[in-house]
């Protein structure tokens, strides 16, 4: 790729200065991009559908359907489809909404797009987030381009990403911090330890490593505490039977999942479902 500075693209012309937002849907072609660009706006997307390279000015990055990105002012990138039909929905939002929204919103702050992260923060959404966003992109859509409509989607998507489990230390490498918070998804920990290497884009030596001078735990090790979290919760809140909640956490083999959930939590999965049951009827 040129070493060319980044081409910065203005918001969308032809929209009136009362328009917020502009949303498109776009295929991507196959071929590298020859240069980077940047903006002169906030940007939201996600891979609906294939796969995306994602080029970076000092790397790449693979990123597959539910992966999002938010997109500073600033930050330099370039999109390239693997495969066929990779598609992203792209969000353009103008920066005068966006500081409208924190200044009402303060606890946003180190969230998405008001990270100081030196890479544009990413998420994983589960197939459950990506029925929930397109839904909500077809309404955005539809209505007024205005700052309400705006804020109605951005909402419930930024302030589940500030109510996410903060275990991970700021000292971690933004590489780490994106792969371990991608490891809540069931999508990811499912595949186990490879699942989040895979999403850390690292090698598993380099991953291990670094977990254990930052965290003090293996891949496994947390992965599997995502694991055992999800599997407390889904015991408590469905009829489903212990074999279909241990297949659901990537972990077949009943026995060892037993030996976990007990590790975890200090109880057989049985037990934990009825005591935890019983506190919800009679507290």
């Known amino acids: 790729m040129s070493d060319q500075s980044p081409h910065i693209l203005p918001f969308p012309d032809g929209l009136g200065p009362d328009v917020t937002h502009h949303l498109v849907r776009a295929e991507l072609a196959p071929r590298r991009p020859r240069r980077l660009h940047g903006h002169a706006f906030f940007e939201l997307l996600w891979v609906q559908n294939g796969r995306v390279r994602h080029h970076l000015p000092d790397r790449r990055e693979d990123l597959t359907e539910g992966d999002m990105i938010f997109l500073r002012p600033g930050d330099a990138h370039g999109l390239q489809g693997r495969g066929e039909a990779a598609m992203i929905v792209s969000l353009s939002i103008r920066d005068q909404a966006l500081d409208a929204l924190q200044a009402r919103h303060p606890g946003l702050n180190g969230i998405g797009f008001w990270s100081d992260a030196s890479l544009p923060p990413r998420r994983h959404l589960d197939i459950r987030q990506m029925a929930e966003i397109n839904h909500a992109a077809l309404r955005l859509e539809r209505g007024p381009r205005d700052a309400l409509a705006l804020e109605a989607f951005l909402l419930p998507l930024l302030a589940d990403m500030a109510q996410a489990p903060n275990d ?6 933004d590489w780490l911090q994106r792969a371990c918070r991608a490891a809540h998804d069931p ?13 850390a884009g690292r090698a598993h ?3 291990s490593r670094s977990m254990r001078r930052y965290l003090g735990v ?3 090790d947390y992965v599997n505490a995502q694991r055992m979290t999800y599997a407390a919760t889904r015991l408590v809140g469905s009829e489903d039977s212990l074999a279909e ?4 956490c990537g972990i077949p083999n009943l026995s060892h999942f037993h030996k976990l959930f007990l590790a975890t939590h200090g109880q057989t999965p049985q037990r934990f479902r009825r005591a935890h049951r ?3 009827i009679q507290p």
């Open 278 to 280: 019983q506190r919800l």
């Open 187 to 199: 999508a990811v920990f499912r595949d186990g330890a490879a699942g989040l290497v895979r999403v």
């Open 218 to 220: 293996t891949p496994s």
């Open 168 to 173: 991970i230390p700021a000292a971690a490498p």
């Open 245 to 248: 909640i241990a297949a659901e």
């Open 205 to 207: 030596p380099h991953v």
